[in-house]
């Protein structure tokens, strides 16, 4: 439904509503907000609070609707449009400023050299076919020496010599040496762990480990230039003398660790007991080397020739 030429003859009606105070409004008409800066009515608010909430918005809303009547419009389809204008309040950031990326070696190189960075064609005028190829990918540039009908061997070539699968072989390590090299600038960049901070990192724990290794705990160990102060535990020494109280506390603290051990032996006994029986080295003892089975039979006929005696 077409309401233009109803807001047509609004027009005028808001354009000239004095009622107003013009200092009491904020209009940002770039964002379609209005603010009334106007202090509250205490008597009216509590006397009827949706209907003063009412009023203050029609108020708002009405200056709106006027300003943007204000603004230049353009036609279209579906009536005219107005142009809003760029936003005049300043909103806060929901989060920091994302940081600039920063730069690879080749970039930090070129830029001190002044060297401009030129984009390649995708296509490539081949000479043998006339015609433009792709440079890179399916029946690519990049490949023809892969894919020619000829080559040229070297006079000290193996007799294996395969001119495709060295061209080929070249190709994938350029593109390896070219992933690396891409994944090294991608974790400096982060400032991930690299083979260099890993190495240093091995580095400074060996040297903390040797430090420390002495009897004075590296402190009369000559230090290195750079070398930064240890962090960690100290020994601790208990004084030459002591109270009697102290001695006391320290003795029955002894006492109870090795009361504490001595449980532990008793419910965890070792297998290697010396008062534990080996059961297979006793039969094969007593029968001789026969096995269980043979001193079964044997004991068995030792008690039936019992019984018929008796």
Same mark, same amino acid.
């Given at each position: ?8 003859? /609004?027009?005028?009606? %808001? ?20 603010? !009334? ?6 008597? %009216?608010? !509590? +006397? ?26 353009? *036609? ?7 142009? /809003?204008?760029?936003? &005049? ?12 990326? +920063?730069?690879?070696? @080749? ?17 490539? @005028? ?5 015609? @433009? ?10 490949? +023809? ?12 070539? =193996?007799? =294996? ?34 083979? &260099?901070?890993?190495?240093?990192? +091995? ?5 903390? &480990?040797? #430090?420390?290794? &002495?009897? *004075? ?13 240890? #962090? ?21 603290? /002894? ?49 039936? *020739? ?5």
């Amino acid at each position: 439904m077409d309401v233009s030429s109803i807001l047509g003859s /609004l027009g005028n009606t %808001l354009q000239d509503d004095t009622d107003l105070e013009e200092g009491n409004y904020i209009l940002d008409t770039g964002y379609l907000t209005v603010t !009334n800066t106007t202090p509250i009515d205490v008597e %009216l608010y !509590n +006397e009827n609070i949706d209907e003063y909430i009412e009023q203050n918005a029609r108020d708002s809303t009405q200056r709106l609707i006027g300003a943007l009547f204000r603004l230049p419009t353009t *036609s279209s389809p579906d009536g005219p449009l107005a142009m /809003l204008p760029p936003p &005049t309040s300043l909103l806060p950031r929901e989060k920091p400023l994302p940081k600039p990326k +920063e730069l690879t070696k @080749w970039e930090k190189f070129a830029a001190a050299k002044g060297i401009q960075k030129k984009v390649r064609e995708k296509k490539v @005028w081949d000479e043998e076919k006339q015609e @433009w190829v792709a440079r890179w990918g399916w029946k690519g540039k990049n490949k +023809e020496a892969e894919t020619q009908w000829i080559h040229e061997v070297p006079a000290n070539a =193996d007799v =294996d010599h395969d001119p495709r699968k060295v061209a080929r072989d070249e190709r994938k390590a350029r593109v390896a040496k070219n992933e690396r090299q891409r994944l090294q600038n991608l974790a400096h960049a982060s400032g991930s762990s690299s083979k &260099t901070s890993d190495r240093k990192r +091995e580095i400074d724990r060996t040297l903390a &480990t040797t #430090r420390v290794s &002495t009897a *004075s705990m590296g402190k009369f160990d000559r230090q290195l230039e750079g070398e930064k102060k240890p #962090r960690g535990l100290k020994r601790k020494f208990d004084p030459a003398e002591a109270s009697a109280e102290q001695e006391k506390q320290s003795a029955l603290a /002894l006492l109870s660790r090795l009361d504490s051990d001595a449980r532990k032996m008793r419910k965890n006994p070792e297998s290697n007991d010396s008062s534990a029986l080996n059961v297979r080295k006793a039969i094969r003892s007593v029968s001789k080397g026969q096995g269980g089975v043979a001193l079964a039979r044997k004991l068995d006929s030792g008690k039936s *020739s019992k019984k018929s005696r008796r």
